[in-house]
């Protein structure tokens, strides 16, 4: 159930009470600037008339509207190069599984691509990525376990031009934003890539879990600070029920969401549109 159809059979009955209507904001990961911007527009509202539930929805959207990208941002090939995307993230996000979904994406646009496996760390992580690239009819880049992923993608980038593929997806090892040496490693990552063109990588997108909530927020700030982030994949959008951390994100960092996962299947995988994200969650 969509959190405002919760709110809505709660005032039913009753008139909106603002403390429990601001906890239910913050509840859906909407973050305190943008609840206290809802909450400031819905008083000054309440001044000439009486408020609904249908006032709150009305209010929300424009508010969403106003900081979210009403139009898509696709991801574009280059001409006469590999558009190279480093995918990062914490460990359990989904981060290999969506690198996967995304060059299934880019097939179906018609687009060729290759997997480089630079989450050397993990046996399983290769092992992973290659049954998936088996599955989608892709070439996959992989190394020795334990080598060095800024050594690999290197070399997939390498391959990737030899092969005149459209783009290069390299999937990154899990790693805990606050540790600074893991951090600096994908900064590496990015030397390597630069190697072969200086604008590389780029795309960096950080694969989110959309039920961690603020969490998920501080993970895009340590990234963004380390490495500098281009989009957001956001993975388990079905049933979560929330999903408000993209506006949050938005709006302290200027970071897109890009795509969204809804499920375990391969088309569970979308470009994110606004309105239709906004329509689904209020």
């Not at 809802?38 to 008339?49: G, P, Y």
């Not at 490495?227 to 506006?247: A, E, W, Y």
Request: negative net charge; proline residues 4%; glycine residues 8%.
């Amino acid at each position: 159930m969509k959190f405002f159809e919760t709110l809505a059979q709660t005032f039913a009955v009753k008139p909106i009470d603002w403390d429990e209507l601001e906890e239910a904001l913050i509840r859906a990961d909407l973050g305190v600037p943008v609840t206290a911007r809802i909450l400031k527009k819905l008083q000054e509202r309440e001044a000439w008339s009486v408020l609904g539930i249908s006032d709150v929805v009305k209010v929300a959207r424009e508010e969403l509207l106003l900081i979210l990208p009403t139009e898509p941002q696709p991801i574009l090939p280059l001409q006469g190069k590999p558009k190279t995307i480093l995918i990062v993230g914490v460990n359990g996000t989904g981060k290999t599984t969506s690198t996967a979904k995304l060059a299934r994406y880019l097939q179906q646009d018609r687009h060729t691509a290759l997997l480089a496996a630079a989450d050397t760390f993990r046996a399983a992580a290769i092992e992973q990525l290659g049954v998936w690239a088996e599955r989608i009819g892709v070439e996959m880049i992989r190394g020795q376990y334990n080598a060095d992923p800024a050594a690999l993608c290197y070399e997939a980038y390498q391959a990737a031009a030899k092969r005149q593929v459209d783009f290069l997806l390299c999937d990154t090892a899990g790693r805990l934003h606050t540790k600074a040496n893991l951090m600096a490693e994908l900064n590496k990552m990015k030397r390597s890539l630069a190697k072969h063109d200086p604008e590389a990588p780029h795309e960096t997108l950080l694969v989110i879990d959309a039920t961690t909530g603020s969490n998920a927020l501080s993970q895009a700030r340590e990234f963004h600070q380390a490495i500098g982030l281009t989009g957001l994949i956001v993975t388990k959008l079905d049933g979560s029920g929330k999903g408000g951390i993209v506006v949050a994100i938005q709006e302290e960092l200027g970071i897109p969401t890009r795509f969204i996962g809804t499920g375990e299947k391969l088309e569970d995988f979308k470009e994110f549109n606004a309105r239709d994200f906004i329509a689904d969650m209020l």
